[in-house]
């Protein structure tokens, strides 16, 4: 049977049945998990590159910085204070070459990547990472299942005609209650970390919408086919542009 003459749904699971071997090795070691994330984060600037109409020179050092950003802790030797500069001198050029929006999802990209690295150098780290990326996948299953069961009022329909409110509240819930079960590891109290995970919830769902206006404002659909159901890897990164950082934020530095 083709692929593309499967369901949504069925297009997804194959789609998410691709990435289990990846996230056997990055729960398996914190430097293969580093080393995973440099390599997504490279792919992710290749991917940038062909959607955004940049000058060559641009291009190259957009898809240079992304690598830049994505690399393990343990093979860098610049001070993350220097990188945060370059990500802030990129976005400046990408407002005067393009836009605002488009400079903002750069340097959002671009800090995850940072993030990422210093959440996996911590102890135990590689479960810390793979904590976030259940819960913003649970906030995501459980919105597209009840937006599509219950249904009711759009979202923002202006920018994700198929979200619903509905949706967006399973998914914060879906993402506090895995915070819950997830409350030890981060050192939090169940309360504590139940409203924490709803707070990622509403960030994970913000990341989304953003990524989609930005996509529309380029015309685009996905931003590359390389995950079965799911797109390119920026596509399924919308979720992480405000939650990695925040985490990292408050739990690592």
Known sequence: M???????????????????????????DAKIAS????????????????????AKPFTFIVVVLFAFVGMPLW??????????AVITAMMILLMWQKSFPLAVFVGLTTLCGVSA?????????????????????????????????????????????????SGAIAGVVAAGILYFIFAGMYGLTPVIAFGFGCIIGCLAQLGDLFESSVKRQMGV???????????????????YLLTLPIVALVFFT
């Open 117 to 165: 690295q210093v959440i996996i150098n911590s102890q135990n780290g590689q479960y810390m990472l793979l904590a976030v990326c259940a819960v913003v996948a649970a906030c995501d299953i459980a919105a597209f299942f009840v937006g599509r069961r219950v249904g009711g009022p759009k979202l923002a329909p202006s920018i994700s005609p198929n979200k619903t409110v």
């Open 2 to 28: 083709p692929f593309s003459s499967l369901s949504p749904l069925a297009q997804r699971l194959v789609g998410f049945a691709t990435l289990v071997p990846i996230i056997a090795l990055v729960w398996f």
């Open 35 to 54: 080393l995973i994330v440099w390599f997504a984060f490279i792919l992710m600037g290749l991917e940038f590159s062909r959607l955004v109409d940049l």
């Open 221 to 239: 659909k996905d931003s590359g086919r390389l995950i079965p159901g799911h797109g390119g890897l920026l596509d399924r990164f919308d979720g």
């Open 75 to 84: 093979l860098m030797v610049i001070d993350l204070r220097l990188i945060l």
